[in-house]
């Protein structure tokens, strides 16, 4: 090999890696089309939290079993994000609270009571606490509520409310449903 090879490979050698130099420092985010960098464009574990706007990756975008309970902050969730739908409801049926999505209360008739969260909640289990939100449990008169899905519409939970010789009474009562 003669110093002329060596001298033309190290030049060819020194070009080449220096341009690869040059277009790293050169190409910006502005030099790029959008919509051009693709998943196989991008190194595996090399786009980090703060490459990623806030609010911009939906479930879609996570692995199953991805997140765990270790890194959701205590108490940020809300009740629906857990499954935990609760209506609070008047004595004539209006709804005077709600969390997870309770959309609307009636009183169809004494003690009888339909409550839609606007969702589908074949799957959920209930719970009914006679008495006003809050209220003190001698505030309440003893009643004994029954609850249950509404069979011919998905979206209704039916909760039926009796005094303790069974006959029907208008109540305020909590319904929570855990789905």
């Given amino acids: 090999m003669t110093f002329g090879k060596v001298l033309a490979g190290t030049a060819v050698l020194l070009i080449w890696t220096g341009g690869t130099a040059y277009a790293a420092a050169t190409i910006t985010g502005a030099d790029i089309v ?13 786009v980090a939290s703060v490459d990623v706007l ?13 997140v765990g309970s270790s890194e959701v902050t205590d108490f940020s969730l809300s009740n629906a994000d857990v499954g935990v739908l609760f209506a609070q409801v008047s004595a ?3 709804l005077a609270g709600t ?5 609307s209360a009636i009183s169809t008739s ?3 009571y339909r409550i839609s969260f606007g ?12 008495g006003p939100a809050g209220a003190l449990l001698d505030a309440a008169p003893p009643a004994i509520a029954q609850v249950g899905e509404q ?29």
């Fill in 119 to 130: 969702r589908p909640i074949t799957a959920c289990a209930f719970s009914v606490t006679p």
């Fill in 92 to 94: 004539n049926g209006n």
């Fill in 151 to 179: 069979p011919a519409d998905p979206l209704l939970v039916l909760v039926l409310l009796s005094d303790l010789e069974g006959n029907a009474i208008n109540t305020a009562f909590t319904l929570v449903a855990v789905c």
């Fill in 54 to 66: 806030n609010a911009t990756l939906t479930q879609a975008d996570l692995a199953d079993g991805s």
């Fill in 110 to 112: 004494p003690g009888t």
């Fill in 99 to 103: 969390g997870g999505g309770a959309v």
């Fill in 34 to 46: 959008d919509a051009t960098i693709k998943s196989v464009d991008v190194g595996d574990n090399s």
